[in-house]
């Protein structure tokens, strides 16, 4: 994958990738290859006014990361997926600025933080199958993210989804966002169309 992103359009708009580095995505074999994606489309678009994308990676905890450092970013030893705080920290590096936020993840809501122990610093909470707190917790992110003006394109590497999964990424269609099922052979193509679709918008 390697082509130039020119259209000066692609300049002025924010944009944020999202690596779920939990232990389910390397046990299932799609870490690698979600790390080399996240890392070519971090590469080739071009952050507003100079600089870098912002990347965030999230297991348990969600935290920024350098997009130099996604290359060679290990897998979390934490098998849960905490999205909804992804999503969150994402808003906070778009500053109010409208966008894209770019997931690779299974998008299995297994780990959420409630709001009371948020505000208190505790641990997130595992559960497997993911909780309804928990699936609610990740539809009201991305809902607000939208209303933020933020639009999430999924790419999912789960294409029979089980039900808690579903119902989050109905949450990022209906705010506008792409789904796009993806396994470990077919990413990267999917991931080039993805991009040059984008850059002829």
């Known amino acids: 994958m390697n082509f130039s992103v020119g259209d000066s359009r692609w300049w002025t708009l924010a944009w944020c990738l999202l690596l779920d580095r939990s ?4 046990m299932c074999g799609d870490y690698e290859v979600a790390r080399k994606c996240a890392f070519d489309v971090a590469r080739q678009i071009p952050a507003p006014f100079g600089g870098f994308v912002p990347v965030v990676a999230f297991a348990e905890h969600a935290e920024r990361v350098s997009p130099g450092d996604v290359a060679d970013l290990p ?9 909804a705080a992804a999503v969150q920290v994402a808003q906070q590096q778009m500053g109010g600025k409208r966008g894209r ?4 993840s ?4 297994t780990c959420f933080t409630p ?4 505000r208190s610093g505790s641990q997130p909470i595992f ?15 991305v809902v607000l993210a939208g209303v933020m003006g933020l639009v999430i394109d999924a790419f999912c590497f789960d294409n029979k989804p089980p039900p808690s999964t579903a119902e ?15 396994s470990e052979d077919d990413c990267p193509g999917i991931v080039e169309d993805y991009l040059r679709a984008k850059w002829m918008e």
């Open 23 to 26: 232990l389910s995505m390397m």
């Open 127 to 141: 559960s497997f199958p993911p909780t309804p707190e928990a699936v609610h917790a990740t539809v009201e992110a």
């Open 115 to 118: 709001p009371a122990k948020r």
């Open 75 to 83: 897998y979390a030893m934490t098998y849960g997926a905490n999205l």
């Open 106 to 109: 299974h998008f299995e809501p």
């Open 168 to 182: 989050v990424l109905s949450a990022v269609a209906a705010a506008g966002g792409e789904i796009l099922y993806v």
């Open 101 to 104: 936020l770019v997931i690779f």
